[in-house]
């Protein structure tokens, strides 16, 4: 038994996490169990059949239900081993493990190591004197020589990161908003309280954790600067403020000391069976991100490969990205990949529906762990939000960028409310989506053209398809940037699958598969045909064929 460990555990894996699809189903927004119009635990749980027999997911990602202000999404935690009374009870939470593992679906819990609400109790000692035992549980700083805050670090929700204390005539760190102090993770009093509430959750049947922004955790110990951008370059695939734009985020993140936390953290969670740590981590070159897999594979099981969502929607230039990662990740290592999520736009209105589709295919056939936001598998779009009914404090900041319009609520039917609550339309959490009777579930699942069915195939096939989950990737056909089409196969055994996706407007023969079945189709009534000479994609589609090995030809890379 290590030092880490309270428990001792068999450290035999079963892998469960490279074959499962992870849905993330962000609390607030999924479905109100009580009627208060904010999504809980009992709505999650409610929805428990949808995840695993309709649409057929393996993991749940809940998102934070911790004791919190709420100002962030429930990222702002007071109090890290209770659960925020809006989303439930501890009770609650006991029950959504039990009626999830019933169905074999694991749950994923948030780990929010990086910060903590202003109210939380170690904050609120830590803020009230200078030589409070709990003040170096926090990042605190003289103001610079001449005045003013240490030094010239922005946030992602904007402005300074350092807010001065009246009180103690010190700074604090904040790295997100003024009311998301950040932890002192050098401190080594921090670590160990920390690692504690990871094993609160674990030993509660927690199947394993999101570690929320997990690059960030070590800063630079000298607190030097961050280089200004000479020209700000914001980040359209993710919804920051403009000043985080205007530097180089060099020092304010991502120390090389942060793998040996994350190692710590990493420690805990390898004392349980069976669990797992995830990490979010910024898009950022591949070969930074293969290092939080660890050379021995002891960081992270799986961090985020963000880098995708943040490649132009381009055949050539996704497919030189997913080489390049393939390259730079460690032997054995598994990505979890993402298309999305809940701080950045939706899917479908970055991509338009007809591409969103192509991006079902692609996301669920390639090598990795696949993560969806849930909707998406409905082809939810942003929706506008009037500045009255906004919950995202980020949006508040001047200048500021909300994220609600992509948190709007699951449409789960076409009448009240969409069926998320039996609340007032003025209490809903956030308002339901304006096209409701076109994206709902209820409408989708009875029709086979929709992008519920879609989703639906695709995970159905998946499950009875080792090629898909664990076969061995291969690019087919050598694409250049200006070209629309790129086709993979993923084998295992004697089993090929070949995915053709095609990203454009046009009509593109393929000229690698010559044979096999057509197994699934963003077009429909393609499905269970043979393939003759050639393979012809309409535009818009992407097929996933079943090829025996004489059916294409020798590929090109
Ligand atoms: C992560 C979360 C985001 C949150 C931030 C601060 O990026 O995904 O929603 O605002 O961390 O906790
Ligand atoms: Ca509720």
């Given at each position: 038994?290590?030092?880490?460990?309270?428990?001792?555990?068999?450290?035999?894996?079963?892998?469960?996490?490279?074959?499962?699809?992870?849905?993330?189903?962000?609390?607030p927004?999924?479905?109100?169990?009580?009627?208060?119009g904010i999504?809980?635990?009992?709505?999650?749980?409610?929805?428990?059949?949808?995840?695993?027999?309709?649409?057929?997911?393996?993991?749940?990602?809940?998102?934070?239900?911790?004791?919190?202000?709420l100002l962030?999404?429930?990222?702002?935690?007071?109090?890290?081993?209770?659960?925020?009374?809006?989303?439930?009870?501890?009770?609650?939470?006991?029950?959504?493990?039990?009626?999830?593992?019933?169905?074999?679906?694991?749950?994923?819990?948030?780990?929010?190591?990086?910060?903590?609400?202003?109210?939380?109790?170690?904050?609120?000692?830590?803020?009230?004197?200078?030589?409070?035992?709990?003040?170096?549980?926090?990042?605190?700083?003289?103001?610079?020589?001449?005045?003013?805050?240490?030094?010239?670090?922005?946030?992602?929700?904007?402005?300074?990161?350092?807010?001065?204390?009246?009180?103690?005539?010190?700074?604090?760190?904040?790295?997100?908003?003024?009311?998301?102090?950040?932890?002192?993770?050098?401190?080594?009093?921090?670590?160990?309280?920390?690692?504690?509430?990871?094993?609160?959750?674990?030993?509660?049947?927690?199947?394993?954790?999101?570690?929320?922004?997990?690059?960030?955790?070590?800063?630079?110990?000298?607190?030097?600067?961050?280089?200004?951008?000479?020209?700000?370059?914001?980040?359209?695939?993710?919804?920051?403020?403009?000043?985080?734009?205007?530097?180089?985020?060099?020092?304010?993140?991502?120390?090389?000391?942060?793998?040996?936390?994350?190692?710590?953290?990493?420690?805990?969670?390898?004392?349980?069976?069976?669990?797992?740590?995830?990490?979010?981590?910024?898009?950022?070159?591949?070969?930074?991100?293969?290092?939080?897999?660890?050379?021995?594979?002891?960081?992270?099981?799986?961090?985020?490969?963000?880098?995708?969502?943040?490649?132009?929607?381009?055949?050539?230039?996704?497919?030189?990205?997913?080489?390049?990662?393939?390259?730079?990740?460690?032997?054995?290592?598994?990505?979890?990949?993402?298309?999305?999520?809940?701080?950045?736009?939706?899917?479908?209105?970055?991509?338009?529906?007809?591409?969103?589709?192509?991006?079902?295919?692609?996301?669920?056939?390639?090598?990795?762990?696949?993560?969806?936001?849930?909707?998406?598998?409905?082809?939810?779009?942003?929706q506008p939000v009037p500045a009255e009914r906004q919950r995202d404090r980020f949006a508040r900041m001047?200048?500021g960028v909300s994220r609600d319009p992509?948190r709007t609520p699951?449409?789960?039917?076409?009448?009240?409310?969409?069926?998320?609550?039996?609340a007032d339309e003025r209490l809903l959490w956030l308002p339901i989506?304006k096209?409701?009777?076109?994206?709902?579930?209820?409408?989708?699942?009875?029709?086979?053209?929709?992008?519920?069915?879609?989703?639906?195939?695709?995970?159905?096939?998946?499950?009875?398809?080792?090629?898909?989950?664990?076969?061995?990737?291969?690019?087919?056909?050598?694409?250049?940037?200006?070209?629309?089409?790129?086709?993979?196969?993923?084998?295992?055994?004697?089993?090929?699958?070949?995915?053709?996706?095609?990203?454009?407007?046009?009509?593109?023969?393929?000229?690698?598969?010559?044979?096999?079945?057509?197994?699934?189709?963003?077009?429909?009534?393609?499905?269970?045909?043979?393939?003759?000479?050639?393979?012809?994609?309409?535009?818009?589609?992407?097929?996933?064929?079943?090829?025996?090995?004489?059916?294409?030809?020798?590929?090109?890379?």
């Open positions: 038994m290590n030092m880490y460990c309270r428990t001792t555990a068999d450290a035999e894996s079963s892998l469960w996490w490279q074959r499962a699809v992870i849905y993330e189903n962000h609390l927004s999924f479905r109100d169990g009580n009627g208060d999504g809980d635990l009992v709505g999650l749980t409610m929805s428990l059949d949808y995840l695993s027999d309709a649409l057929g997911v393996d993991a749940v990602w809940v998102g934070p239900f911790y004791r919190s202000p962030d999404q429930g990222y702002d935690i007071s109090d890290h081993c209770d659960v925020e009374p809006v989303f439930g009870t501890m009770a609650d939470f006991d029950r959504l493990i039990v009626e999830a593992h019933l169905r074999s679906i694991r749950v994923i819990v948030d780990f929010v190591p990086n910060h903590t609400s202003d109210q939380h109790p170690w904050f609120v000692e830590s803020r009230s004197s200078r030589s409070n035992a709990h003040r170096d549980w926090y990042v605190w700083r003289d103001p610079a020589v001449g005045g003013g805050p240490p030094n010239n670090w922005t946030s992602e929700a904007g402005g300074s990161v350092w807010e001065l204390d009246d009180l103690t005539g010190q700074y604090y760190l904040h790295s997100h908003l003024i009311e998301q102090p950040d932890l002192n993770w050098r401190n080594a009093e921090v670590r160990g309280a920390m690692l504690d509430v990871l094993r609160f959750w674990l030993d509660r049947g927690a199947d394993g954790v999101r570690i929320d922004v997990a690059h960030m955790l070590m800063k630079d110990p000298e607190f030097r600067d961050n280089p200004v951008r000479e020209i700000p370059e914001v980040n359209e695939y993710d919804l920051q403020h403009a000043d985080f734009a205007t530097q180089h985020h060099i020092n304010d993140r991502g120390h090389r000391d942060v793998f040996d936390v994350l190692r710590e953290i990493r420690r805990v969670v390898d004392c349980y069976p069976d669990r797992i740590c995830i990490g979010e981590i910024e898009g950022m070159p591949w070969a930074d991100w293969a290092k939080y897999f660890g050379e021995q594979l002891d960081v992270l099981h799986m961090p985020f490969a963000f880098r995708l969502i943040e490649t132009p929607w381009q055949a050539g230039a996704l497919a030189d990205e997913v080489d390049a990662m393939l390259d730079a990740a460690p032997a054995d290592a598994w990505a979890v990949l993402a298309l999305g999520n809940h701080d950045r736009p939706r899917l479908a209105s970055r991509l338009g529906q007809a591409q969103a589709r192509v991006a079902a295919i692609m996301l669920l056939t390639l090598p990795g762990t696949p993560t969806l936001l849930y909707g998406d598998e409905l082809g939810l779009e942003d001047v200048g992509t699951m449409p789960w039917t076409s009448g009240r409310n969409g069926g998320f609550s039996e989506s096209r409701l009777t076109e994206v709902a579930v209820s409408t989708q699942i009875e029709d086979d053209s929709s992008s519920l069915a879609l989703y639906r195939r695709v995970l159905a096939l998946r499950r009875r398809s080792p090629a898909l989950t664990s076969g061995a990737y291969r690019r087919l056909v050598p694409v250049t940037p200006n070209e629309d089409v790129w086709v993979y196969e993923r084998g295992v055994g004697e089993e090929r699958k070949v995915v053709a996706l095609n990203f454009g407007q046009r009509w593109q023969r393929t000229e690698v598969i010559t044979g096999g079945e057509v197994v699934v189709s963003t077009v429909l009534g393609r499905e269970g045909r043979a393939v003759a000479e050639r393979l012809e994609l309409a535009p818009n589609e992407a097929v996933i064929v079943n090829t025996g090995a004489a059916h294409h030809r020798t590929e090109s890379k």
